[in-house]
């Protein structure tokens, strides 16, 4: 959900001020990186799942806030809209069981949903993007009553000078609308996957993060179909990307640079760049200024919340105060099964940790790398990607190449070797069936046409009884 604000209102002044310690505190942390003084702690990882509440029909159902007050011990937030839930789990440590341990955890969350959901009739689904929603289930009444998102409303609708959010996706069919208001983002749900870094390591790690960003939505695609239409693998990816579409200064909404995007470019020297462009390239929009000491960079982490990267740095604190470095991988939907968002996880870290230290980075251009990622949330595993060494091959090949790499760094990270070994066993499974989320969900579609209700109910019953989405009847 992101650091909820006490207000909705601001003056010049307030921008003013933000933005002068928003420089301070950039500033702050170059010398901090620059010195060595953050955590060196890494290996920690962490989670958030993105979820919708749906009712018997397989309809959106806005009721959230009831929800989350039957729930009071579950790490649960209320996301944009009133239908969606955010789910966290405690940061741990991936050696050993980690895998399996964050898993389970947030098993046992979305369980306790779907029991007190059971009373009022709804339960949570975790889907990228939900079939049966419908253009005029976007309305500013489903909106969640969070200060934090009236205000980003508010402030993304000024920066475009009231023009409508617009978003118009071609796939298999077109999909154009016009939107008056943010709520379009409530459409887009995702797995977010959260690595602490050695920041002495950190600009390997980031700019591996974004060469896997291909191969990963590949692999884990699921959200064929917004409002009826049949559009990318991952629509979400396109969809979120024009959802806030506020770009930068001097208008640049519809320049190179915008707050959801793949990036720029590689890092040069450090993720201290991320944060400068953040600075240099991004005007704020929730000036809210906090009485914290510059130390605590809440200014700096305030605004890099307003910049969605899919792979996004992030600073946080250690249990001892000292800063860290975590990288949020945001590219990964909601979905299909308990079991499939675990694989994807395992691929992502166990790459992660093979490809950095060989700076494989290197030998792929970056618009080879970005396209790979576009390319993989229009096809899916039917996608071409490029990769060093092998050219331009199928989603499916390359997966093929990489699971042992995956294994390698899954090892290197102390992974238990049977858990690594069941986790990449379902990519293995899946690419050898060629079905993830986006291709079973078309099968049904094409097997009993378009009653995305259906469809929805259909999903929900083999998501909960916990199979991966490759074995999952039709």
Same mark, same amino acid.
């Given at each position: 959900?992101?650091?909820?604000?006490?207000?909705?209102?601001?003056?010049?002044?307030?921008? #003013? +001020?933000?933005?002068?310690?928003?420089?301070?505190?950039?500033?702050?942390?170059? #010398?901090?990186?620059?010195?060595?003084? &953050?955590?060196?702690? @890494?290996?920690?990882?962490?989670?958030?799942? +993105?979820?919708?509440?749906?009712?018997?029909?397989?309809?959106?159902?806005?009721?959230?806030?009831?929800?989350?007050?039957?729930?009071?011990?579950?790490?649960?937030?209320?996301?944009?809209?009133?239908?969606?839930?955010?789910?966290?789990?405690?940061?741990?440590?991936?050696?050993?069981?980690?895998?399996? !341990?964050? @898993?389970?955890?947030? !098993?046992?969350?979305? @369980?306790?949903?779907?029991?007190?959901?059971?009373?009022?009739?709804?339960?949570?689904?975790?889907?990228?993007?939900?079939? =049966?929603?419908?253009?005029?289930?976007?309305?500013?009444?489903?909106?969640?009553?969070?200060?934090? /998102?009236?205000?980003? *409303?508010?402030?993304?609708?000024?920066?475009?000078?009231?023009?409508?959010?617009?978003?118009?996706?071609?796939?298999?069919?077109?999909?154009?609308?016009?939107?008056?208001?943010?709520?379009?983002?409530?459409?887009?749900?995702?797995?977010?996957?959260?690595?602490?870094?050695?920041?002495?390591?950190?600009?390997?790690?980031?700019?591996?993060?974004?060469?896997?960003?291909?191969?990963?939505?590949?692999?884990?695609?699921?959200?064929?179909?917004?409002?009826?239409?049949?559009?990318?693998?991952?629509?979400?990816?396109?969809?979120?990307?024009?959802?806030?579409?506020?770009?930068?200064?001097?208008?640049?909404?519809?320049?190179?640079?915008?707050?959801?995007?793949?990036? =720029?470019?590689?890092?040069?020297?450090?993720?201290?760049? &991320?944060?400068?462009?953040?600075?240099?390239?991004?005007?704020?929009?929730?000036?809210?200024?906090?009485?914290?000491?510059?130390?605590?960079?809440?200014?700096?982490?305030?605004?890099?919340?307003?910049?969605?990267?899919?792979?996004?740095?992030?600073?946080?604190? !250690?249990?001892?105060?000292?800063?860290?470095?975590?990288?949020?991988?945001?590219?990964?939907?909601?979905?299909?099964?308990?079991?499939?968002?675990?694989? *994807?996880?395992?691929?992502?870290?166990?790459?992660?940790?093979?490809?950095?230290?060989?700076?494989?980075?290197?030998?792929?251009?970056?618009?080879?790398?970005?396209?790979?990622?576009?390319?993989?949330?229009?096809?899916?595993?039917?996608?071409?990607?490029?990769?060093?060494?092998?050219?331009?091959?199928? @989603?499916?090949?390359?997966?093929?190449?990489? &699971?042992?790499?995956?294994?390698?760094?899954?090892?290197?990270?102390?992974?238990?070797?049977?858990?690594?070994?069941?986790? &990449?066993?379902?990519?293995?499974?899946?690419?050898?069936?060629?079905?993830?989320?986006?291709?079973?969900?078309? #099968?049904?579609?094409?097997?009993?046409?378009?009653?995305?209700?259906?469809?929805?109910?259909? /999903?929900? +019953?083999?998501?909960?009884?916990?199979?991966?989405?490759?074995?999952?009847?039709?």
């Amino acid at each position: 959900m992101g650091e909820e604000i006490g207000h909705v209102r601001f003056s010049e002044a307030d921008f #003013r +001020e933000f933005h002068e310690r928003l420089r301070q505190e950039t500033a702050l942390l170059r #010398r901090w990186l620059q010195e060595g003084a &953050l955590s060196r702690h @890494a290996g920690v990882t962490g989670l958030e799942l +993105e979820a919708w509440l749906v009712d018997g029909a397989g309809r959106p159902a806005p009721c959230n806030d009831t929800l989350i007050a039957r729930l009071p011990d579950v790490p649960v937030v209320p996301e944009l809209a009133r239908y969606n839930l955010e789910f966290n789990v405690r940061p741990r440590p991936l050696a050993g069981t980690g895998l399996a !341990d964050m @898993a389970a955890e947030l !098993d046992r969350h979305v @369980a306790a949903a779907r029991h007190a959901g059971r009373e009022l009739g709804v339960a949570p689904l975790a889907i990228g993007t939900l079939p =049966s929603l419908r253009p005029e289930d976007l309305n500013a009444a489903a909106m969640s009553p969070s200060n934090r /998102y009236h205000a980003l *409303n508010e402030q993304i609708l000024a920066a475009r000078r009231g023009r409508p959010l617009k978003v118009d996706i071609v796939g298999l069919e077109h999909l154009a609308v016009a939107h008056c208001d943010v709520m379009l983002e409530a459409a887009a749900t995702s797995y977010q996957l959260h690595l602490q870094m050695d920041p002495a390591q950190a600009l390997d790690l980031y700019n591996t993060a974004q060469i896997l960003a291909g191969p990963l939505v590949a692999a884990a695609a699921n959200a064929p179909y917004l409002f009826g239409r049949d559009l990318w693998a991952e629509s979400r990816i396109p969809l979120f990307e024009q959802a806030v579409e506020a770009g930068g200064y001097g208008d640049a909404a519809f320049g190179p640079l915008r707050r959801v995007d793949f990036g =720029s470019g590689y890092l040069r020297h450090g993720v201290e760049e &991320l944060f400068e462009e953040n600075l240099a390239h991004f005007p704020v929009l929730l000036p809210v200024l906090q009485e914290a000491s510059p130390e605590r960079l809440a200014h700096l982490r305030l605004h890099n919340g307003t910049i969605w990267r899919w792979n996004r740095p992030l600073v946080g604190f !250690d249990e001892d105060g000292t800063p860290h470095l975590r990288i949020e991988h945001r590219v990964l939907p909601a979905g299909p099964s308990g079991i499939d968002q675990s694989a *994807n996880a395992a691929l992502f870290y166990g790459l992660l940790a093979a490809l950095a230290p060989s700076r494989t980075w290197t030998e792929l251009p970056f618009p080879q790398a970005r396209d790979n990622f576009y390319q993989a949330a229009r096809l899916g595993l039917d996608a071409r990607l490029h990769w060093p060494g092998l050219g331009r091959v199928r @989603a499916t090949r390359l997966l093929d190449r990489l &699971l042992p790499r995956a294994a390698e760094g899954l090892a290197r990270l102390g992974v238990d070797a049977a858990l690594a070994g069941r986790l &990449l066993a379902v990519i293995a499974g899946r690419v050898a069936a060629g079905v993830n989320g986006a291709v079973w969900q078309r #099968r049904f579609v094409r097997k009993y046409g378009r009653d995305f209700t259906a469809l929805v109910r259909a /999903y929900g +019953e083999r998501q909960a009884g916990g199979e991966p989405v490759h074995r999952w009847p039709l």
